[in-house]
Antibody
């Protein structure tokens, strides 16, 4: 069965960096694009970034462009989100999600909480 | 960016009722729309994609319709387990955007 397990969340000071990981299993990871979606406490869903199945195309939300980098290691079945210059407004649960029919998300991880606070 | 606006922001209904949630896109998105259900403390789940296609394993009481800018999610015969927040999401272009969510409560 498909499993997505995020890790790497925690408390970080404003301006700091953090790398999130999403370990995938149960499907051919190298054949699917992957997304990061976040949810601030008590708020709605916000799409963050997408990477094409082969890593050749990447897209970002304006709110994270230039600060976050999405990558995937198909040999390790792992998706990453490198976050730098973190701000208080980046505080959220970060979910990785597998693409479905190229445009939607059919499997999500359980989420990892990132708290940006001094 | 395409803005997605859902209404209402919350709805309270009784078991067995029909509940309708609407989602409006700021520009035409053809049928590139999905609906997700998020229960408290859980990750979202895909219900509907392509505006009207039911995702595998989703109960048939959920249905979607619409195209262009106006879309609807209908829950017929509301069940207690449908307590959740529902989000629409456009897949027409990047950046992907979600509606602000509609919280469904059971009376």
């Amino acid at each position: 069965q498909v499993q997505l397990v995020e890790s790497g969340g925690g408390v970080v000071q404003p301006g700091g960096s953090l790398r999130l990981s999403c370990a995938a299993s149960g499907f051919t990871f190298s054949s699917y694009g992957m997304h990061w979606v976040r949810q601030a406490p008590g708020k709605g869903l916000e799409w963050v970034a997408f990477i094409r199945y082969d890593g050749t195309n990447k897209y970002y939300a304006d709110s994270v462009k230039g600060r976050f980098t999405i990558s995937k290691d198909n040999s390790k079945n792992t998706l990453y989100l490198q976050m730098s210059s973190l701000r208080a407004e980046d505080t959220a649960v970060y979910y990785c999600a597998k693409e479905f029919s190229s445009d939607y998300y059919d499997y999500w991880g359980q989420g990892t909480l990132v708290t940006v606070s001094s | 960016d395409i803005q997605m606006t859902q209404s209402p922001s919350s709805v309270s209904a009784s078991v067995g009722d029909r509940v309708t949630i609407t989602c409006r896109a700021s520009q035409g998105i053809s049928s590139w729309l999905a609906w997700y259900q998020q229960k408290p403390g859980k990750a979202p789940k895909l219900l509907i994609y392509g505006a009207s296609s039911l995702h595998s394993g989703v109960p048939s009481r959920f249905s979607g319709s619409g195209s262009g800018t106006d879309f609807t999610l209908t829950i017929s015969n509301l069940r207690p387990e449908d307590l959740a927040t529902y989000y629409c999401q456009q897949a027409n272009s990047f950046p992907r955007t979600f509606g602000q969510g509609t919280k469904v409560e059971i009376k």
